[in-house]
């Protein structure tokens, strides 16, 4: 385990590399002035535009920039954003808030996704089956800014079941609960068609009749041999979703006025900082490839006949 476990971290190096110089070669390879439009609508001073082409090269080749941008990224510094505050440090105190907003939309999702294709996989063409087929399909047509506006409409502003906002630097899981379920609907339908289709096909496995001709109870075949084979798949969309939910909440942050990395991004597109963007997105690519590599290490846990090593 441990050399697969290194293994795959060196895998992670060029990865990291070429995914962050496509980012930074998206934002800073386009020609214009890359200091125009960061101290608003009057022109840089002359101090500003000297520090900027002192730390980050532009008259420089690309690749060298992203050299120097790199070197910097190593040693924890992600650059400044426009207003002159570490882009680290805004990340660490808005990254707190999407990981609580990622992690609960990824509970939901997986506990009612799992639930609902377990018990419509056992049952296929039931009664249980059919609700579930037409709700997750309806969920998936659905785009999420309309799901997102709906919801908070009724449970917050008409039912005021959940706050219809959840703004703040730190605001409360119960403010988030509403978000999350909103974030993670779409993924949700996903988890609960492709456990159905899991638990239906290994229901009629050759394994499974053998543990049914050795008296096994129900529950045990279903629950220790059946489901672990259908959570193998499971695991890995929800390993991949939890790096797209960190980062795709932009709509989502936006809907309940969340001060999330999403927002974050959204505001630095819109302002053209290109340091902010480039920052959050590189932090953003190295969860992603944790979660790749977590989801990996999960497999041998779920099916002892999948080696790491």
Known sequence: MGKYIVRRLLQMIPVVILSTFLIYAMV???PGDPTAGKCGERPCPAAYIE???AKYHPDDPLPVQYGYYAKNVLQGDLGENQYGRPVAEE????????AKLAVMALIFE???GILAGVLAGLRKGGFIDNPVLISTLFVISVPIFVTGFAAQYFPGLKWEIFPA???GKNPSLFALILPAMVLGSTSLAYIARLMRSNISDNIKSDYVRTAKAKGLKKGRIVGVHTLRNSLIPVVTFMGYDFGALLGGAIVTEGIFGINGVGGYIFKGIQNRDGIAVVGAVTMLVIVYLLMNLLVDLLYGALDPRISND
């Open 91 to 98: 990340l660490s105190e808005r990254f707190t808030v999407t």
């Open 28 to 30: 800073f390879a386009m």
């Open 51 to 53: 520090k900027f082409n």
């Open 110 to 112: 997986g506990v009612i």
């Open 165 to 167: 906002l959840a703004s």
